[in-house]
Nanobody, 116 residues
Framework: QVQLVGSGGGSVQAGGSLRLSCAAS????????LGWFRQVPGNQRELVAR???????FYADSAKGRFTISSDVDKQLVDLEMKNLKPEDTGVYYC??????????WGQGIQVTVSS
């Protein structure tokens, strides 16, 4: 059974940096992309960054210029480097794997807290 295991995160002051990492155990067939979502209380999960199996990268406007996503699709690894963090980046971050058949896979959620 496939599991996504995330690591990293934590608490930093505004302007600081954090790195999130995620690895999939088990083979994800027909993987289409890997990414990171953020959720804050009362809101839906929102896409922060994603890389497709073909290397196409998407960033949410809030992440552009500050976050960098990197991945190895064959190894099913994805990282998110976050710099110049702002209080509004605070939330629970979820690793995501999208594939052709069946629901997406999700990591366990990683808390990121940025204080002003």
């Amino acid at each position: 059974q496939v599991q996504l295991v995330g690591s990293g995160g934590g608490s930093v002051q505004a302007g600081g940096s954090l790195r999130l990492s995620c690895a999939a155990s088990g083979k994800i067939m027909y993987l289409q992309g890997l990414g990171w979502f953020r959720q804050v209380p009362g809101n839906q999960r929102e896409l922060v960054a994603r890389v497709s199996k073909n290397g196409v990268i998407f960033y949410a406007d809030s992440a552009k210029g500050r976050f960098t996503i990197s991945s190895d699709v064959d190894k099913q690894l994805v990282d998110l480097e976050m710099k110049n963090l702002k209080p509004e980046d605070t939330g629970v971050y979820y690793c995501n794997a999208n594939h052709l058949f069946g629901p997406d896979f999700w990591g366990q959620g990683i808390q990121v807290t940025v204080s002003s």
